[in-house]
């Protein structure tokens, strides 16, 4: 068996014996070369003494030079080779086979970002609505609350200086007349009697509170959108959807004054109908929570929280593609039927 690399593309390859000296075709690249001569199986030379070759130029009397065996294949115009060298080749199958595998994956990690990227960023973009609104309910109930208490207080004082009138000029004291404006939100909320102070403290614990769970469903929103950080997706996921069923009772309640409010102040009932506007994208949330909890439980989803560009595939990568590959294959052959 004659084997050589092919003098076009370097290839190794190998030609039967009786090929020898006869013009051939690389099977890779089809350039045409002639191969060499087969070395004869005897010589004339004993098997003691090496094969020589004279010298012409060499002066009469000099000493053969000694041709070693070897030299007739070093001495070949095409670099025949005995044995080609199978780690190498090993070697560049395994690195493309590498390479295009994680061509693969990466195009799987484009497709998945591709897919949360949308819910992810209406998802946050509500999240931030509802910390904007909490802020201006904390503004507005506490303003509510101060003028609530200024009036009450403006009407003691008010009744105290009739009263001591009243004493002044030898008379019975006055009656107490009764309130003549309406309960605010605030009074309607913590009753008419608690203090000013006692209500500003539990407005602003309770804005406080909600603007820490939504700034871990905001962070949340934005790490499912990078694949940053599955614990932080599914703690964010977990409070919006608790957070935003608990809110739900505000505009639940708002709704039945509507529904139920008939002949009463056209104001009021404005007033209602703006807040029930207004706290509506809280369950909304809530909603939005468990449906990126859900999408975020997602095999194909999942993994890429665990995988970045740079670390090698492993063979969890490997069984999911091909998981994706039968629920395509099967998909398709459902629409062919």
Known sequence: MIRLRCPGCQRPIQFGNDQAGKAVQCPECGKGFRLPQLKPKTTGVQASEPATAKN?????????????????????????????????????????????????????????????????????????????????????????????????????????????????????????????????????????????????????????????????????????????????????????????????????YLFYQVMSDSGGDVYEYLGKFLGLLLTLPFPLMGLASLLVLMLASRQDIKREFFWRPGQPITDMDEESDEDEEVEDEEEEEEDEE
């Open 56 to 252: 012409a130029n060499a002066p009469a009397g000099a000493a053969p030079i000694p041709i070693k065996q070897d030299e007739w294949e070093d001495r070949s115009p095409y670099g025949i080779k005995q044995d080609p060298v199978p780690q190498k080749q090993e070697e560049e199958e395994d690195r493309v086979s590498e390479l295009v595998r994680r061509s693969e994956r990466l195009k799987a990690r484009e497709r998945a970002l591709a897919s949360v990227d949308k819910p992810g960023f209406y998802y946050k973009a509500l999240a931030t609505y509802c910390a904007i609104i909490t802020v201006i309910a904390f503004l507005v109930l506490s303003g509510n609350a101060v003028l609530s208490a200024f009036k009450r207080q403006m009407y003691l004082n008010q009744a105290a200086e009739e009263q001591a009138k009243a004493l002044k000029q030898g008379g019975a004291p006055a009656l107490q007349k009764q309130r003549d404006w309406p309960l605010s939100i605030t009074e309607r909320i913590f009753g008419e009697n608690t203090h000013y102070v006692v209500v500003q403290l539990i407005l602003i614990a309770v804005t406080t509170v909600l603007l820490v769970l939504l700034g871990l469903v905001v962070t949340a929103a934005e790490k499912f959108r990078r694949f940053d950080s599955y614990n932080w997706v599914m703690i964010g996921t977990v409070t919006g959807t608790i957070t935003g069923l608990a809110a739900a009772v505000m505009p639940g």
